[in-house]
Structure formats: structure tokens, C-alpha cells
């Protein structure tokens, strides 16, 4: 897995998305549909339409950079949203990224320091 900041927050975009898009046309996606700041530090994740492509966006200090995976089989759970955008957690976006499905879990309270 790649290092990723923990305080920054990670947004799939629940509409697919042509894979032929690049910095430029992802960031616009952004700002447009997801109606966020692309150069927020935020982790924004796209998902084609066959949910066979992946790719993450995210701006560091010095640039943009992204992030891709490909599957050669199989396809990613992507959790059905009505809405443009669903918020992740990093274990959210590992089990996404590993093509594991979650039929039914609970989650207990945890500290978390404020």
C-alpha cells in the first residue's frame, strides 16, 4: 500500500469515469462534480464503468500526482451511492483496493484523539 496522509480525507467518486482522463481532466472532475478543491491534499479515487480501472488523485506540495490499477480479473466492490460522492476510511480504501466486499460488519468505538 502507499503511504497516505492520515489526516487528509479520501472521496470516491460513486459516478463512472472515463479512464482516458489525465491530471488535468480528474481535477476538473474534482471541481466540477465533486464540487471539492483538487488541491486540497484530499485522496480523490475514480472507477470506470466495468469497474475494472482505478485511479487516485491527489496533490502533494510540489504537484499532482496519480495513482492506477488495473485489474486483470475480476471487478471493484464499489458500494452503491445515490449520491456524486462517498467519503472512505484508509481500511475502507485497502479492502476497495483488494477487492474485498463487505457484506455485513460493525465497527466498535475506538478512542481518537482530537
Known amino acids: 500500500m502507499i503511504g497516505l496522509d492520515s489526516q487528509a480525507r479520501i472521496w ?18 474534482v471541481r466540477n462534480q465533486l464540487k471539492q ?3 486540497s491534499g484530499h485522496y480523490f479515487v475514480f ?10 488523485l491527489y496533490f502533494t506540495g510540489t504537484g499532482y500526482c496519480l495513482w492506477a490499477k488495473q485489474l486483470q480479473q475480476g471487478q471493484f466492490p464499489v458500494p452503491k451511492s445515490n449520491a456524486s460522492h462517498h467519503a472512505l476510511t484508509l481500511a475502507d480504501l485497502q ?20
Open 95 to 114: 479492502l476497495l483496493i483488494d477487492g474485498i466486499e463487505v457484506q455485513k460488519y460493525r465497527q466498535f468505538k475506538r478512542f481518537k484523539r482530537v
Open 37 to 39: 478543491d483538487p488541491l
Open 12 to 29: 470516491l467518486c460513486t459516478q463512472p469515469t472515463d479512464m482516458r482522463k489525465s491530471f488535468q481532466g480528474l481535477s476538473a472532475l
Open 47 to 56: 472507477i470506470n464503468r466495468r469497474k475494472t480501472q482505478m485511479k487516485m
